[in-house]
């Protein structure tokens, strides 16, 4: 490893560096978060495709969870089996595989003559947004520079709000002029861009370096960082991660070591606790809920498209501000908010307001302000933290099951809200959701360490000294200077909360 490490080196002062590294790098964020968008459009599309397919199928209350939890059995699955694929074929390539599965699967669910095939067709679309959740964000976080992978990795985040809101503003504006079947398959034509795309797009370099060596991955480097010191630095802290990898560490053995136990702690909770509260139940059942209590089927798919664009919005303010906020402190300061507004949403349900009345309002206000303070919080930081928290020898499956905790999470929500509100009705199943939005600001107190401005390196090291716990500020001096202007010298930044 030595010599190989003298040898990238010395590659490196011949290394012909793209003068559009900066734009090779930000196309590669853009075209793979596309899948964030088909992500958000395959699931958001069936809030207003189902009062459609109520009509043409005549569903019944069970057939409608069923046919909206299929695509979240399906991610499931997928979230787990394109670990191998990502860990054989590299990150890419099972990029590739998720957008091939996303074209079809669209068209599938699109020509579904029933509700057995649909439900069928569905659970196929859901390998696709299981395995993107997976992989992209894991390929977008080993791509970019540490002073940067918050704001890129959460190009995800806001690309998934992109999708919710399309879904929504097509099931408003078009559901009767379109009908159900091609609302779903025009997901079809981003797909196939991304894959086309994905062939001409770098290689994770990590990845590069663990399963072909140094000089290679110093040549993807090359197409994605404009400064030879920058990528020096860089190469170094990746030889040394590669150099200490043991066969032990390695896949799923890994996941077992007690040195990587915080991480899942930290990773697994925050990633069910994104889901458990009750956000994407929202997404989907928000008109079926909203109908339900008296308002219109305009009033309720519009209201609907309001709460798309309020989480759009916020998990764009989170994508510009994670990485100077920091995931920690941006969980707890909104997660407060999340529990407040279901609790005046449950409390305005249990009173009933008449349709029109300054309490059929509220629902409307206090529903927006439960999208904005989760969508702005938890739910940038949980797909996060799944890229970033694990070392390079089980990242990918490390992160199918974080990916497989957060759509598992989800399907158990999906699967029983329409049963917990006829239960416990509306207004109480408001409150439950408050009860674990609440739980999810506890544990992030007591268990989720600052990763703001950290290497992927630097957190591996971490954990493997046994130093990375959750503080409030510990000043810890972190390489992650990027200013390629900066004195030679130069090589730290002060981080106020970084890992312990």
Not at 49 to 56: A, G, R, T, V
Not at 161 to 180: E, H, K, T, Y
Not at 287 to 296: D, E, H, K, V, Y
Request: charged share 15%; with cysteine.
């Amino acid at each position: 490893m030595v010599n190989e490490r003298k040898s990238a080196l010395n590659a490196l002062k011949s290394l012909e560096i793209s003068p559009n590294a900066g734009r090779v790098l930000w196309f590669a964020v853009f075209v793979s978060a596309i899948c964030g968008g088909l992500y958000g459009y395959d699931t958001g599309i069936i809030s207003g495709s189902l009062l459609i397919m109520e009509k043409d199928f005549h569903l019944s209350s069970v057939q409608e969870e069923l046919i909206t939890s299929a695509i979240l059995v399906g991610a499931v699955l997928g979230a787990v089996g394109i670990s191998w694929f990502s860990e054989r074929f590299g990150r890419r390539s099972a990029v590739m595989i998720v957008t091939a599965v996303f074209t079809t699967g669209a068209i599938a669910c699109s020509q579904a003559p029933d509700v057995a095939t649909l439900i069928v067709a569905r659970i196929y679309l859901g390998l696709a947004v299981g395995g993107s959740t997976q992989v992209v964000p894991t390929y977008i976080s080993e791509l970019a520079p540490a002073s940067q992978r918050g704001n890129l990795v959460t190009v995800f985040n806001v690309a998934i709000g992109v999708g919710i809101f399309l879904a929504n503003l097509i099931g408003f504006s078009m559901r009767d002029s379109w009908g159900w079947r091609p609302m779903i398959a025009v997901a079809a034509g981003p797909a196939a861009f991304v894959f086309v795309c994905m062939f001409f797009m770098p290689r994770s370099p990590r990845w590069v370096a663990e399963n072909e060596g140094l000089v290679p991955a110093l040549e993807q480097l090359g197409r994605v960082r404009s400064s030879r010191k920058l990528i020096r630095r860089e190469i170094t802290e990746i030889h040394d991660s590669v150099s200490g990898m043991e066969d032990q560490e390695r896949g799923w053995r890994g996941l077992m070591l007690p040195w990587v136990r915080p991480a899942l702690i930290a990773a697994l909770g925050t990633a069910f606790f994104t889901q458990a509260g009750g956000l994407e139940m929202m997404i989907y059942y928000t008109p079926t809920f909203l109908s339900g209590a008296g308002f219109g089927g305009s009033s309720a798919l519009l209201t609907s498209l309001g709460v798309a664009a309020v989480y759009l919005i916020m998990t764009l303010l989170g994508c510009l501000f994670v990485d100077r906020i920091g995931r920690r402190r941006l969980m707890l300061i909104m997660g407060p908010g999340s529990v407040l507004s279901l609790l005046g949403l449950g409390i305005v349900f249990a009173l009933h307001p008449a349709p029109g009345s300054t309490g059929s309002w509220l629902v409307i206000v206090f529903l927006l302000l439960f999208m904005m303070f989760n969508s702005g919080g938890i739910q940038v930081v949980g797909w996060l933290l799944g890229a970033e928290m694990f070392p390079l020898p089980m990242r990918a499956a490390a992160s199918s099951v974080h990916a497989s905790v957060l759509w598992g999470a989800d399907l158990l929500v999906t699967a029983t809200a329409l049963s917990l509100v006829q239960h416990i009705s509306l207004g109480g199943t408001m409150w439950l959701y408050a009860a674990v939005n609440l739980a999810s600001v506890v544990f992030v107190w007591f268990c989720v360490p600052e990763t703001s401005g950290a290497s992927l390196e630097d957190i591996e090291n971490a954990l493997r000294e046994g130093e990375f716990r959750p503080t409030a500020a510990n000043g810890r001096r972190i390489a992650i200077s990027e200013d390629e202007n900066e004195p030679e010298g130069s090589t730290v930044a002060e981080v106020p909360h970084a890992v312990s």
